[in-house]
């Protein structure tokens, strides 16, 4: 078994020591486990790329708007997207550790995932089309995928931020787990860690590194098992979502009480609970909906989700004819733009 660390904080920093804690943790539960890591904001991904050559084409080949990306404005001669995608997909877990920047996980992993993720990992998109093509689907007969996006895989989430309250991480466990969900590997341990400003500052807490510890054991446990059996071991407050544990919600303004899970899509109802006795105040949680179709976390709600952009591609598509003129129009449009030493390269 191979695990992947993610380090998403500045070089030598509070994400780098929690990682290395973790996959030295990893090691001495099973020495059998081999680990490597790779600090993101060093990856190199070059400007404007088009999607890499192995890029899976959920759009079946139809929106090759979508698959040939922008023109590059330079020629780049590095990219690292390549070997970032196989350490990935070569892994049987990954632990991400990384600072929180403004309530959510720095944008050098979102770059990475923007550029690889998304589309180009959907494991629901893959399981709905060999369905398909194995029930005879003719659209589906051409249908590829790299074979690594069907092993089990498990996550685990460490956030640090230098805020002492739970304000300024609004966003960091949501948007990590977004970053993700594509691939439906099962977060087995997330947690965040609270007052780490300085570089190194995780050292000062010996609690936060044995939760580092604690949540690498974790993912140990749960390697190899299937998504529907893995279990997920971290912590989940009274009415959090029971598909990504979180207690991030929305109103669905539904008429109904209805919430939404900020994080999943997951969907709710508010209900009012029993007074406590003493009379204390009755709680008000959300009570969720089973077999959800509407979380990305289920595999339902990715096969949901796949159908409806498919479906609606196809409608869309066929309108854009009527609209080529006026966007050759948009386009041709000149406009000053900003003078960038990189446009001059
Ligand atoms: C641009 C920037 C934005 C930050 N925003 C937040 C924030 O919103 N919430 C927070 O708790 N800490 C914030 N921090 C503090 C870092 O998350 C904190 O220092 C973290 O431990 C750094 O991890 P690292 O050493 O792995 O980079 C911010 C730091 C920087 C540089």
Redesign the pocket.
Known sequence: MHILGL?N??LH????ILLKAALTEATAADPTITTAWIHVPSLVIPRNPAPLKSAMDVSMGTNKGQMSGAAPTTAEDVDDRQAALNAILDADAIIV???????QP?GFLKVLMDRIGGPYLDVGFVRNARAKQAAGDPKFADFKYDARLLKPRALGFIM????TTPD??SMALPTMNLFFYCLHAKVVDQFLG?N????G??LLDPAVMERSRLLARNVVSQLGKEFDDAAYLGPSEPGACPYCHLSAIEFLHDGDNGVGCTTCGARGKLVVGETAAGGGKAQILPEWEEDSEWSCVTLKGKIKHGEDILSWGSRERGKMAAVEEEKAKWLGVEMPQVPLPSSRL
Do not use: R
């Open positions: 380090c904080g500045q920093g509070n994400s780098e550790a990384s600072a929180t920047y403004s309530h720095p640090t931020g230098g805020s300024q991480f609270k780490f400003m300085d570089a500052s995780v």
